[in-house]
């Protein structure tokens, strides 16, 4: 079975993840935990880094944090000389507490409110991916009343379709994203954004979608960017000096998915950007990009504790664990697949299939069907492989059921990031009718 990072099995037979015992961090910090090899983000991160620099070209990589989430991944990107993808005014807020550099802010959504743009010129970011018409006059309107700069870049929809999940492809004409670049809307926008006191136009944006495997996608998506950023320098003499390709990059999720390296995906559509910007005498464009799940995906393992069992003859049996859909969603809106591990029992034989169920009340709720494990009793530690990305970050309170503590480990050092949701943190929105409230004024 595959290991991921600096994971690795002790003499005890158990599972070590940055250095820590896998057994040790469940003593100390209860499950369901999300233990993450921050080494492995660092590496990713260097990866995609050097990969534009070796080649001389300017760029940005942005981490996309829906992936996940919270100040301390914010911080470590920041170290890692990362960029920041944030969505929301949440999301903005959580880098702010993080001191993330906020020239290196971008912030994306496909219905900012007015009070999320606001936010963004308060802590005067690096650049708004503008989505739609109705931001865009916002963005100007507030740029104007507070005679600030702004960049900003234009997301567009290149009509490209990549070989993922439906649910989670977004270059295609039928998205709810983005100025859709073949039906004239990415020229109007242009025609409205380009020429604004105050607004620095910086160039396009797009992301096609996620867990993408083909390095073709992406230079196709380059292709049909820079050929429209061609167009408008011949027709408006407008250089853009970023493209933004987006996010996407897939991982190895199960045996079954094969990525390629971080790398290969970057210096291939690197060339095409190069080639195009050479044969057309443009001003080579800085790269942008926004990689998510590729930097936290496989550097997160989530552990959970074996509880019940149940036997359907000659159908299955389940093993429940003290989590499920409500710390990691994916297998049951994705039909996403994973790995798993009897932690402690890492030297013991592969020879048991299991159903490993949630604890939520929905038959849905199964983590991995059939899964090739040790045999497994009540009390073993269940370790489920690859949640860094889209876990903890869609993790929901369904049966009120706590959040789940998250932990960085690394070189046999561990550490609380986030810290298990209790009770009273799920109850505290609550009003009881007993109690004396004042109404809210309208
Ligand atoms: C605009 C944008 N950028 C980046 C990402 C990150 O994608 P991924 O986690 O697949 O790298 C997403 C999510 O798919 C996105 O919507
Ligand atoms: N949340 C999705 C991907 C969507 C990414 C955001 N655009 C996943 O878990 O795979």
Redesign the pocket.
Known sequence: MELYGTQTVNEKGHLVIGGVDAVDIAHVYGTPVVVYDTKLFRKRAADFRQSFEKNGMKAQVAYAS?AFSSIAIYELAAEEGLSLDVVSGGELFTAVKADFPRERIHFHGNNKSYMELNYAFDENIGCIVVDNFLELSMVKEIALTRKQNMNILLRVTPGIEAHTHEF?T?GQEDSKFGFDLKNGQADEAFELAHDVPYLQLLGLHC?IG??IFEADAFNHAAETLMEKMQVWKESHSFICTVLNLGGGFGIRYTEEDEPLEPSQYVEEMGKVVFDLAKRWNYPLPEIWIEP??SLVGDAGTTLYTAGSEKEVPGVRTYVAVDGGMSDNI?PAL?D?KYTAAIANKMLSPRDTTITIAGKCCESGDKLIVDAVVASVSEGDLVAIFCTG??TYS?AGNYNRLPRPAVIFAEDGDHQLVIRRETYEDITRLDLSLHQKVRKESK
Request: glycine share 8%.
């Open positions: 829906k989670i977004t992301h996620s867990q998510g799940r994916r994705y996403a990305a889209y869609m």
